[in-house]
């Protein structure tokens, strides 16, 4: 399998996760209280979005890809 065949499929696949899944969820745990040895911690759910343009640019470019490199052939 030719290098630009296999770069396009890839940029296909997270273009179309991207598009599914909206955002990256991640979660850390931050301290509340740390006196001598009572600790009280906390965890928070935070979110990376990732706009559908993201997704869009990268499914349009895998696809631009998969088509130059099979009419190079």
Sequence with gaps: MKTT???AIVLIA???IALGYQGITY???EKIV???PLKVTE???KTFPLP???GGIALI???VLL???SRKS
Excluded: A, W
């Design 5 to 7: 065949t296999l770069v």
């Design 14 to 16: 997270l273009g179309v």
């Design 27 to 29: 979660t850390t745990k």
């Design 34 to 36: 740390d006196i001598g």
């Design 43 to 45: 965890e928070k759910t």
């Design 52 to 54: 559908p343009i993201v």
């Design 61 to 63: 470019g895998g696809i």
């Design 67 to 69: 088509v130059v490199g």
